[in-house]
């Protein structure tokens, strides 16, 4: 079959194939491989412009440097380097949430596997238990623990009440916002499942938030657990155990992040 172009010249490339250098990794392989679905989906969420490179609106058929080039959704960046890990642990009471320990307690470091070396995104105090990730994704990390990334964590408190259990007003100030020595919380979602254990989720990293929050209005914290982080739950780790996250849970967790950089609204990326 003949499929030369009028006159014997070479058929013209389509433009896709025109932009892309035969440098790199196919954009929409890449996102395909850290769990934004299939190539046709991946292909689709290029063709939307919701992908940027090096903070240019990427095209179908750009290649892409992992070990070099920034790729974006949704203006979260993406870990696609090679070697990135992603841990949930469900971190023990008695653990702290530091790398080394001047009073030589046991670290969250020393329950995943010691390489590559990895930092927490936030922290729970010794006493708290409960979900916390770690990661040597420094992009990631950075954009979690920012505040304009507003991620809830939700945290089940098990608090010192009579047989009441904690009052509709203290419920109230909770939901509304409590004046801290650092400022007053912004609102929180506050449920009280039954007497004297209370459901609360926030935004916000201030140190021991929640302890100091219950203080304040009377009900001192008993036990504290960590049970979601944006979209990431689970009721079978057990306390000191691990395990990866997955390509659907990182997916999710990075749409919470734009999510909440933008307002609740995707915030498509800048076309320069």
Known sequence: MNTSAPGGATPEKPLWEQNASD???????????????????????IQDGRVTVNGVVAILGKRVLIDTDTVEVDGVTLGVRPGLVYYLLNKPTGVVSTAFDTHDRQTI?????AEPRVFS???????????????????LGNVIAHPSSAVEKEYVAEVQCGPQGVSQSAIRRLRVGIELEDGVTAPAEVGQPENGVLRITIHEGKNRQIRRMCEEVGYPVQRLVRVRIGPIRDQHLSPGEWRHLTHAELRLLREAVAQGKAGGRRQPPRIR
Not at 121 to 139: A, F, K, Q, S
């Open 109 to 113: 470091l020393e329950l995943v596997p």
């Open 121 to 139: 995104i936030g922290r729970l105090d010794m006493e708290t238990e409960g979900l916390i990730i770690l990661t040597n994704d420094g992009d």
């Open 23 to 45: 440098e790199g990794e196919r954009l929409q392989k890449v996102l395909a491989r850290v769990g934004y679905g299939s190539r046709r989906v991946c292909e689709e969420i």
